[in-house]
């Protein structure tokens, strides 16, 4: 059977894909600009030390004893599965290795509640970053947190021209002089005309 020709031309093919399309998923941990490539966004690292924090907090006086006395990987997990239940499947064996590192290190606190929060700020980033680096990343989102501003707007205010004649700031969406309402507000902040 002989071969048939294509009576139609077939499209180009594009040569360059838009770039919309030609960024990856996983673009945001590409090196930007100057410096070392991101491995690890801040929020995933404070985000995992809170809920450590919390895990840990739960299970820590029936945990600590025997954790804080590991000698090794295997003892760790061992704790976590007898003593650290709900929460073991979070820490162990994944981590087993960075917690039993981080509770050896010669900073490591004395006491309960700052155990808890070294150790949980210390695993939040591992294994892509290392222990200090995640707790200096917890300590500076936190000052950040804590430096925001504690107040907040109690009333907004908008310049009218009422039928009236006034013309000024609005008190409490409303004409100052006859206390006509501001009807479409989303309409005014968008540019449409009242009618």
């Known amino acids: 059977m002989p071969k048939q020709k294509k009576s139609r031309k077939e499209p180009k093919q594009l040569k360059k894909m838009p770039e919309q399309l030609q ?9 930007r600009g100057r410096g070392r490539p991101t491995k690890v966004e801040r ?29 090794n990987e295997g ?3 061992a704790a976590f599965e007898q003593h650290g239940q709900p929460y073991a499947n979070n820490f162990v064996p ?3 290795a960075e917690i039993l590192a981080v509770i050896r290190e010669s900073s490591f606190p004395q006491r309960a509640k700052a155990q808890i929060r070294f150790l949980a700020d210390s695993i939040a980033g591992m294994p892509e970053i290392s222990a200090r680096r995640s707790r200096d990343i917890c300590m500076e989102d936190r000052q950040r947190e804590a430096a925001k501003s504690s107040h907040k707007i109690l009333r907004k205010e908008f310049y009218v021209e009422c039928s009236c004649g006034y013309k000024g700031p609005a008190l409490n ?13 989303p309409n005014i902040l968008l540019g449409g005309v009242l009618a």
Not at 23 to 31: G, M, Q, S, W
Not at 46 to 56: F, K, Q, S, V, W
Not at 178 to 185: K, M, N, Q, T
């Open 23 to 31: 960024k990856r998923l996983d673009a945001y941990l590409e090196k």
């Open 75 to 77: 003892e760790v997990v």
């Open 173 to 185: 969406d409303a004409c100052r002089k006859c206390g006509a309402a501001i009807d479409f507000v």
């Open 94 to 96: 994944r981590l087993a």
């Open 43 to 71: 929020t995933t690292v404070t985000g995992r030390a809170d809920n450590y924090r919390e895990a840990l907090g739960t299970v820590w006086l029936p945990l600590s004893g025997h954790l804080l006395g590991a000698k």
